[in-house]
């Protein structure tokens, strides 16, 4: 039984997960964020908010997509040169995601928390 179709249609649903991720996440934050503004809450608290939505989903998507790269890669295709790719794809989005976390948070992985701070805003 040959798995190849099977693993590459894994690869192609993560992959659909992953935009999918993205997609409703963006339509989802830009939805709250007009209700937001319709209540006449603060424009610069909204904003705020409607960047950190928009942010996690971003990094879900990242996260859905790196997922079926290495399905795709290790699974179908283990060369050197497809694992080289592989690496630069990860690293990048790892980059990515490093960022937008550092962004969200406003401090370093490794820094604590500030006391009383949130750790999740709706």
């Keep these: 039984m040959d798995l190849k179709p099977v693993i590459e249609m894994a690869g192609q649903?993560?992959?659909?997960?992953?935009?999918?991720?993205?997609?409703?996440?963006?339509?989802?934050?830009?939805?709250?964020?007009?209700?937001r503004l319709l209540l006449r809450q603060p424009a610069h608290d909204a904003y705020q908010r409607y960047r950190k939505g928009l942010g996690r989903a971003i990094l879900l998507g990242?996260?859905?997509?790196?997922?079926?790269?290495?399905?795709?890669?290790?699974?179908?295709?283990?060369?050197?040169?497809?694992?080289?790719?592989?690496?630069?794809?990860?690293?990048?989005?790892?980059?990515?995601?490093?960022s937008l976390e550092v962004e969200l948070e406003g401090r370093w992985p490794w820094q604590?928390?500030?006391?009383?701070?949130?750790?999740r805003q709706p």
């Excluded at 179908?76 to 690496?87: C, H, M």
């Excluded at 604590?112 to 750790?119: D, F, I, N, V």
């Design 112 to 119: 604590q928390r500030p006391a009383g701070a949130r750790t």
């Design 13 to 35: 649903a993560v992959d659909l997960a992953g935009v999918a991720a993205i997609v409703v996440g963006a339509l989802a934050a830009t939805c709250r964020f007009g209700y």
């Design 62 to 98: 990242l996260e859905f997509l790196v997922a079926a790269d290495i399905i795709r890669t290790v699974a179908i295709s283990p060369t050197f040169a497809s694992v080289g790719v592989l690496a630069v794809i990860v690293l990048v989005r790892t980059f990515l995601s490093f």
